[in-house]
């Protein structure tokens, strides 16, 4: 390690100035000099008179000479000779002359960061890529769904070319193994539906009408809707992942050159799968919601479970159920779709499967929401 | 004074994955200065031990000393200066990928000086020029570069804060020969006007041949034998015998000779 300080100072010569630098001018030291030196040489104005006429840089008693210190000292020389200065460097030793060449070789400004234009120029810029972005991915989507129907219509047409083990492994995947999860979640949702419900409507009297407030939202609402988002999150970035990292390792391009359709072999099976399991998980739900609302209205209400599924078959007909049934292969189709996409849209790096996977989960969330307020002014107009 | 001149020391090492054992009793010198090769089939364990002598893994026995101090049992400050004097460059480049590449080449400085941000940029664009790649390189984030130009910007960073020792993972995997001349070439031009010390796990036999000025060879858990190639070549060896005297290896010697005569 090299000791002691980097230090310089200048002074008036017969013929005009002389700087001279001493230590270790090393990346560790000469950052304190460094907006010193740049105001020696800052233009022609402000340079000093002693440094116009002959200058020379001592390196006599610098001690070590790194890329950093060569530079300065390069730079310092061509600042003063734009400046009009006639420059000499004196007291370098051959390594140090090889460096300070090398910093003059290397002189090659360059951005550190690109250029971002104004920031109404930004704006502008944003605004319109997302425009752009917006109406591609729409259309992208639709293209996906349209590769994927063909798909499906082919294997109507011909049932041998559907890939029945990576359809049943899918169903595993996505439904099978999500049963626990959603069965869980949606006992709790039921549980504090019914609780929450039963508090309130205790203060009209009216909490025997708790049974109707959790069959209703849940059958109707909520069981398909927490269920699709719990699919989303679960399955939906499963498949941008999966599909991701293949795009990552070239696998869907080998696929292509071994005359294989990677719609037909990832992510017909996908979307198919999902389709035939989020109705089932959906009812799943739905009976598990209602148990959850029939535990707490018995312990809360004191219903009885003979009671309960009175008034629960009272309040609801079999409408209220294929409403909410009915919906799940739609948005079984929009989490497949967007999962599938974006694991499709994966570019290069790694970092990329990250991005997708994380927009997957978003959108699939969003789509999801959305249609489910679509299907809702639906039903009500037309009165089911 | 052995000491003063080998600057890595690597004595008695032994690194073992489970019941695997990749080096045992392994002893390795690096002199101040020199350009060594390190080669090996797969699996003898070549870039573990680039990572063992920078502190990236811990041996499981032995010692590795850098600049006199034992790599293990640095901590705190001690580590971090003895971090500054050595840079590495991964095989991939290993750059952030959310910063550019003159950012990249910054982040050192950034880290462990403070430096004026002015400076910092001249320096990042005097390091981006002396790696050969062009301006243009400086703005652009690592995705956007090949291959051959992100070994290069690694090579930057590595450079960043002038450090005495410079570890190469694979420099010229991937690129196409005249890159790999070209990449082979810059060493050799940036070792002789830094005076860098450089280490390099390599299989690329004109490298070898081209800028090394000794070749240690990784076999049976230790180094099997380490000198100029001239010497190394000839190892009766029968794995040696077949890397340096197959044709790929006939082919890069007689390059040299017929470059050199």
Known sequence: ?384 | MAEHENIIQVRNLRNQFGSQVIHDQLGLDVRKGEVLGVVGGSGTGKSVLLRTIVGLKRPDAGTVRVFGQDVASLEGEARKAVEQRWGVAFQDGALFSALTVAQNVQVPMREHLNLPQKLMDELAAEKIAMVGLPPSAGPKHPSELSGGMRKRAALARALALDPEIVFLDEPTAGLDPIGAADYDALIRQLKDALGLTVFMVTHDLDSLYAICDRVAVLAERRVMVIGPISEVSTHSDAWIQEYFQGPRSRAAAGAVARATS
């Open chain 1, 1 to 384: 390690m090299t000791s002691g300080f980097a230090r310089f100072e200048t002074q008036e010569t017969a013929e005009g100035g002389q700087i001279n630098l001493s230590g270790p001018w090393t990346v560790r030291h000469v950052g304190e000099h460094d907006s010193a030196l740049r105001a020696i040489a800052s233009s022609v104005s402000n340079t000093p008179r002693h440094m116009q006429g002959r200058v020379v840089i001592d390196l006599s008693a610098v001690t070590t000479l790194d890329t950093a210190g060569a530079w300065i000292v390069h730079r310092t020389r061509r600042d003063l000779a734009e400046a009009g200065a006639d420059v000499h460097i004196s007291g370098a030793d051959a390594t140090q002359s090889g460096l300070i060449e090398l910093a003059r070789e290397s002189d090659q400004p360059c951005d550190v960061e690109p250029d971002r234009g104004t920031v109404l120029e930004a704006i502008a810029e944003r605004m319109g890529r997302a425009v752009v972005t917006l109406v591609s991915e729409v259309v992208a989507m639709l293209n996906m769904v349209g590769l994927v129907l063909a798909v499906i219509g082919k294997v109507i047409v011909r049932p041998r070319t559907l890939r029945l083990t990576s359809v049943v492994s899918q169903m595993e995947r996505v439904g099978l193994n999500a049963v626990p999860i959603v069965a869980l979640l949606t006992f709790l949702i039921g549980a504090v539906l019914a609780q929450q419900g039963a508090s309130q409507l205790k203060l009209f009297g009216a909490e025997v009408y708790t049974v109707n407030l959790v069959a209703i939202s849940m059958l109707r609402e909520l069981a398909v809707l927490i269920t699709a988002i719990i699919v989303a999150g679960r399955s939906g970035s499963a498949f941008t992942a999966e599909i991701g990292s293949m795009k990552v390792r070239e696998e869907i391009d080998a696929m292509r050159t071994l005359g294989m359709d990677p719609i037909a072999v990832l992510v017909a099976p996908r979307v198919i799968a999902l389709v035939l399991m989020l109705p089932v998980l959906t009812f799943i739900a739905d009976i598990m919601g209602l148990l959850g609302g029939g535990v707490v209205t018995y312990f809360a209400l004191d219903i009885s479970p003979q009671i309960y599924l009175q008034r629960v078959d009272a309040a609801v007909a079999s409408n209220t159920f294929f409403v909410g049934l009915i919906k799940a292969p739609f948005l079984a189709m929009a989490i497949a779709v967007i999962g599938c996409l974006e694991g499709m849209r994966v570019t290069g790096s790694a970092e990329s499967v990250g991005e997708r996977t994380t927009s997957s989960v978003v959108k699939a969330i969003f789509t999801v929401i959305v249609l489910n307020a679509l299907f809702a002014i639906f039903f009500t107009a037309v009165g089911y």
